[in-house]
Structure formats: structure tokens, C-alpha cells
């Protein structure tokens, strides 16, 4: 079964600057997609950005990109130039290609400071 | 607003007594999926169809949640008889295929009293 662990329940950031959200994941499968979702307060889950195991670049969505260390099974979420609407809850997520299941990660809630 | 679509938005009702979720995927998304979500928490995988055919219920607690998908389109999840703890958000989501991102729907809010 996979795991996926977000370390960091709350953060926060200045507008317009840069944070961080961690992401590590344990699997033993080698094909698999990765992927950041936001849910802000009282609205849907979007998708941020996705990460294809099998690449080694990093996704790149604007202002959003991935740091993926395939080895150390790591998934992080750089939000660069952050807006007042970037503020809602952030999910990391595994996709199991093989069996086409998805786990979710508890979430990191971000608040972002005018 | 969600493209895929849920009803109801919120609903309250007393312990021991039945409920019902609906949900209308994107057109053409053959995988359906139902989630809980507790408040704090990420969603848990309740059910997953692909088209009318169930391919993962093994987190669903059968002696009292049940879901359908008759024609491979809409689909019902139904909790009878409902406890304390089924209080959480009940998330639909849908894609294009099962290696595809989910789209959520707006989910629905239940609570037992």
C-alpha cells in the first residue's frame, strides 16, 4: 500500500513571496503519477500540477513547479509570487498506475499574508 | 461551478436514518470515484467505478454504505443506517480514464445529529 505524508499541517507567506509545501510519499511501484491538488475554503479540489514518475524534469505550471527526487521518493510544491488566492488547503497525491487508485496526503493548509 | 455535480450541497438528518448522494460526472468520464473527506483530513477512497462496474470498494464499510452506477453515467452512495461518524464531506470525482487528474464536484456536507 502506499503512504503519503504531508509534514507540514499550516504554513504561511508573505504576498509575493516564495514557499514551500513538502510532500514525501512510500511505494514500491516504479510507474506511478504524482500530483498537487487545492482546495480552497468552501469550494472544489482543483489540480495544481502533476508529475510523471518516468520524467525527470520537473513540472512547470507559472507560477507553480515540483521538485521531484525520484530516489528520496520526495514531491515538493514551490509556489513563486504568491496572491491572496492562493490561500486554501493543498493536497499531495499518489496515483498507483497499475491498479489506477489514488492516496491522498492529510493536506497542508496555507495562509497567505498581504 | 463544479463540473461534475453533486446534490445535495448539505445535508442533516438523525442517526439511524437513511441518506442519499448524488453525483453526475463530466460527459465521457468513464471512472467515477467517491471520497470521504474529514474535516482536517485528505480524502479516503470510498468507491471506484469504471464505467457501470465497481473496481475498488475495499475501503467501503458494506453493512452500511452502498453505491451504484446503473448505466455507467450518474451514480447514487447511499449510507443506511447512518452513524455519528459518517458525519465528513462526501466528494464525487471523475476522470477521463484512470491514469488521468480527477475533477471534483462542489461534495456534499453531511452531518448526523
Known amino acids: 500500500a502506499q503512504t503519503v505524508t504531508q509534514s507540514q499541517p499550516e504554513m504561511s507567506v508573505q504576498e509575493a513571496e516564495t514557499v514551500t509545501l513538502s510532500c514525501t510519499y512510500d511505494?514500491?511501484?516504479?510507474?506511478?503519477?504524482l500530483f498537487w491538488y487545492k482546495q480552497p475554503p468552501s469550494r472544489q479540489m482543483i489540480l495544481v500540477i502533476r508529475?510523471?514518475?518516468?520524467?525527470?524534469q520537473n513540472a512547470t505550471e507559472n507560477r507553480f513547479s515540483v521538485n521531484f527526487q525520484k530516489a528520496a521518493k520526495s514531491f515538493s510544491l514551490k509556489i513563486s509570487d504568491s496572491q491572496l488566492g492562493d490561500a486554501a488547503m493543498y493536497f499531495c497525491?499518489?496515483?498507483?498506475?497499475?491498479?489506477?487508485?489514488?492516496?491522498f496526503g492529510d493536506g497542508t493548509t496555507l495562509t497567505v499574508k498581504p | 461551478e463544479a463540473e461534475v455535480a453533486q446534490s445535495p450541497r448539505y445535508k442533516i438528518t438523525e442517526k439511524s436514518q437513511a441518506v442519499a448522494f448524488w453525483c453526475d460526472p463530466i460527459?465521457?468520464?468513464?471512472?467515477l470515484y467517491w471520497y470521504r473527506q474529514i474535516l482536517g483530513q485528505g480524502p479516503e477512497l470510498l468507491v471506484q467505478?469504471?464505467?457501470?462496474?465497481?473496481?475498488?470498494d475495499s475501503q467501503l464499510p458494506k453493512d452500511r454504505f452502498s453505491a451504484e452506477r446503473l448505466k455507467g453515467v450518474d451514480s447514487t452512495l447511499k449510507i443506511q443506517p447512518a452513524e455519528l461518524g459518517d458525519s465528513a464531506m462526501y466528494l464525487c470525482?471523475?476522470?477521463?480514464?484512470?491514469?488521468?487528474?480527477?475533477?471534483f464536484g462542489d461534495g456534499t456536507r453531511l452531518s448526523i445529529l
Open positions: 508529475q510523471e514518475a518516468y520524467k525527470q
Open positions: 497525491a499518489f496515483l498507483n498506475t497499475n491498479a489506477g487508485k489514488s492516496t
Open positions: 470525482a471523475s476522470s477521463s480514464s484512470v491514469n488521468q487528474p480527477q475533477h
Open positions: 467505478f469504471q464505467d457501470e462496474s465497481v473496481v475498488d
Open positions: 511505494t514500491s511501484e516504479s510507474d506511478y503519477y
Open positions: 460527459s465521457g468520464h468513464a471512472t
